[in-house]
């Protein structure tokens, strides 16, 4: 098998990634900066290494000791709502660093690198949302994962450098980040509920998302490189089916065993409506998701239990001020 770098390797993904290449025989090195990871989430299997992909020394180092076959591309702050007021904390940490991590890619002679790109490049009234629809991202958040994608592209034409891109969307389960305000609703609402605090709703709830089981994405992700038709494609990958927010807060409510109370506010700007169509990835991956919405619930709220709520912590260097949400403000 084969020397693989995952990048996030103890982040919610990252981990699950990790896990699956294990599995399939892989050494794998999971390396992380902890800013949103846990140690705890590393594989017991994996090598760790703490350093962030902004860390270009650190990242040149790690290239020269060990000779990788293969990238998994995880490592992201993927708060897309908050990237409009942190806009050079953005695109240095989801752009700049990328760039980096693909030019030693290219140096070192990478058999293939695999990015996890969003939906959000995708932008508005585009549903279902295709692979071959033209990219038009609302939010720096998309923007930076849209420039990855591009900057991939022409390292193929300029270098050879062989890649694929997955854009994953709403994806929930165990290990994530639960105590992360900013980001990962089934995660807010279920620290919210352990804390005895209720759900709080953008808006009047009426928004549509398809959510993602980890287990519907995290090993499809880990065994793309075994599929040569999959080299240089874009896939999206996740949930069929789109829910209302309204919907998601009840059924979260549901496998808590509480009654659901939800505390509206003042909505933000983001996509009323925004779901995938996975006709490409049943077609060239076998991918097909499998855990609905329930049974997906059910098993992250165990997890939950058992490891108990975060303290959500607020974000300390906002950039722009300027029309922050005032829930994000205290």
């Excluded at 990788?68 to 409009?84: C, Q, R, T, W």
């Amino acid at each position: 098998m084969a020397n693989v770098l995952v990048t996030g390797g103890a982040g919610f993904i990252g981990s699950h990634v990790a896990d699956a290449l294990i599995g399939d025989g892989h050494d794998v090195w999971a390396l992380d900066d902890l800013s949103g990871g846990f140690t705890e989430n590393v594989p017991a299997k994996a090598k760790f290494v703490e350093a962030s992909i902004v860390d270009y020394d650190a990242l040149t180092s790690l290239f020269e000791e060990v000779k990788f076959e293969y990238v998994f591309h995880l490592a992201a702050y993927a708060a897309e709502g908050l990237s409009h007021f942190i806009r050079r904390f953005n695109y240095q940490n989801n752009l700049v660093g990328s760039v980096g991590l693909i030019n030693l890619s290219v140096l070192h002679e990478v058999r293939c690198f695999v990015f996890t790109s969003s939906i959000a490049v995708y932008g508005p009234e585009q549903l279902p949302m295709t692979e071959e629809l033209k990219p038009e991202p609302e939010d720096p958040y998309g923007i930076a994962k849209s420039a990855v994608e591009q900057d991939l592209a022409a390292a193929r034409r300029m270098f050879g450098l062989r890649s694929i891109v997955f854009r994953p969307h709403n994806v929930y389960g165990e290990r994530q980040n639960i105590g992360d305000r900013y980001r990962n609703v089934v995660g807010i609402f279920m620290n919210q509920i352990m804390q005895g605090k209720p759900m709080t709703v953008f808006g009047d709830g009426t928004q549509k998302r398809a959510f993602s089981h980890i287990a519907d994405v995290a090993p499809g992700i880990a065994r793309s490189i075994t599929t040569p038709d999959a080299y240089d494609q874009t896939f999206n990958i996740g949930g069929d089916v789109p829910y209302t927010v309204n919907h998601l807060a009840n059924e979260v409510a549901a496998v808590f065993g509480v009654e659901p109370n939800i505390d509206y506010l003042e909505a933000r700007k983001e996509l009323d409506e925004a779901y995938c169509d996975h006709s490409k990835a049943r077609r060239i991956l076998g991918i097909e998701p499998r855990v609905s919405l329930r049974e997906g619930l059910e098993r992250m709220a165990a997890w939950a239990k058992g490891h108990g709520a975060r303290e959500s912590s607020r974000f300390k260097n906002i950039e722009v001020p300027t029309n922050l949400p005032p829930s994000w403000r205290s």
